[in-house]
């Protein structure tokens, strides 16, 4: 291997040179190969699908097959011959009638207008002038106003080829004068096979399990897959010599360790908290950044959870852990995991604004094992009998919230008066929405009442999320019933004519 080729990132090395190369899109590839090889060209292209898929690399192999001067067909594909005066004018990257225009920095219609005017002149060197305009949707309206007029009716030795990762900001009178392809997400197993001939063509020794990490980290994209091996070979260099390991992949893209969050959803399940903040304090001691830690939660959870509506569903990703979930998808019930994800993708939404992510995890672990306790608690209750039947039915049949007003009636029913006037006097009820989550304010926090109320709230209702907010200008529920009150016609009627009237206090209807 020579020095420059060292240098030369795997993504540019093994970028697709023709159709035959181009993995994973057998639609466009047999499309488009017909149309190029009978002569049946679209005159606009519309290319789209997630970044780092291959749609520039799909466009250029267009404009360049559609230029080669003795293209071959191999497999039934027309392939460039990469010699004649075009090809190599176009492997020079100089080939005078292929333009590629960015249109994230060219976006305004006199950059459209300077197309269309080089539109007009027969290209030079080969057959077509090609336009690819890469990001396209960022043109703006009156940029797009002037093309679609080109579109319209564009000279005959023009294609046009745009490219992009948002289409439903394209005008749709572009759109439909366009051949559009919807570029595919690369499979996990599709990626894997990719970096593994890869490293087979580079020499490169790499164990399974960390080709499996960037496949499952690349997200479908070929060439974030390309650059993570590109980094992993740098790290497995610098580091222990030749071999890029799964622990050397792992530290790169800072993964945490799954037996972590395993042992930390089996503390949750034996009720050991101090096990959870052991853990949690194990985590932080080698890393900052919990949102991995959390996101590693997420996926647990949704594993778990399909795990249970379906035990014979396998993730390749997990295939390390797969007894452990196993287990766990018996001993949670699906409440419980759908109110853990919730809580956790909370969480992830708020640890971005948090100072202290260790204590928001912390919290998290907390409202869990409360979740879960108490649920233990209210099994036992119903099944010991103690309760007059009407309440036993409270907690047997369990509902989804509907508004707070309900609430507060069951809680009359469970004669539970003093959480009932804690709740009206010291919190307000800001919102309902039906992913199943609730929040109440409170003037500063209150572990003890917002302990209680979790723990009713979940002994009550399926699926509910509880959240707290504090305000130090808070308005109590009762207070803002007191206002709303003040304000009806009828009781004003009633301050206008006795002196000194006022609303004192607000009392449950017995
Ligand atoms: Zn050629």
Known sequence: MTKENNHLALSRKYRPANLLKLLGQDVLVKTLGYAISNNKLAQSYLLTGIRGIGKTTTARIIAKTINCENPNIESDLPVACEICSNCVSFLKNNHPDILEIDAASRTGVDDVRSIIESAEYRPLLGRFKVFIIDEVHMLSKNAFNALLKLLEEPPMHTIFIFATTEVHKIPLTIISRCQRFDLKRFSKDGIKQL?????????????????????????????????????????????????????????????????????????????????TIEIVEEFYSKNTDFSIFINELLQSFAYITKKLLAPSFIEDEFCD????????????????????????????????????????????????????????????????????????????????????????????????????????????????????????????????????????????????????????????????????????????????NFHGFKIVDILMES
């Open 195 to 275: 970096l593994s001939n890869v490293c087979n063509l580079e020499s490169i020794d790499i164990e399974d399990s960390a080709l499996a990490i960037i496949s499952s980290k690349s997200d479908g994209s070929a060439r974030d897959a390309l650059s993570l091996l590109d980094q992993a070979i740098i790290l497995g260099k610098s580091s222990n010599g030749e071999r890029i390991t799964e622990t050397i992949v792992k530290d790169m893209i800072s993964a945490v360790d799954r037996r972590i969050i395993m042992n930390f959803i089996d503390s949750l399940n034996k009720n050991d908290f101090a096990k």
């Open 321 to 496: 852990i797969e007894q452990e979930i196993l287990n766990f998808s018996k001993e949670f019930d699906l409440e419980f995991l759908q109110m853990a994800w919730q809580l956790c993708y909370k969480t992830q939404q708020n640890l971005k604004n948090s100072m202290n992510q260790k204590d928001v995890v912390i919290m998290l672990s907390s409202n869990m094992h409360h979740i879960l306790s108490s649920k233990i608690s209210a099994a036992n209750i119903s099944s010991g009998g103690s309760l007059l039947p009407e309440e036993n039915e409270n907690i047997n049949i369990k509902k989804n919230f509907d508004n707070i007003d309900s609430y507060l009636i069951k809680l009359k029913h469970l004669k539970e008066f003093d959480l009932y006037y804690e709740i009206l006097n010291n919190t307000n009820f800001i919102g309902y929405n039906n992913i199943g989550s609730i929040t109440f304010v409170l003037q500063r926090q209150d572990r003890k009442l917002e302990n209680r109320i979790l723990e009713s709230i979940c002994s009550i209702y399926t699926g509910i999320v509880v959240e707290f907010e504090y305000d130090e200008n808070f308005v109590s529920m009762k207070e803002s019933i007191r206002k709303e009150v003040s304000s009806l016609d009828s009781v004003y009627k009633i301050s206008k």
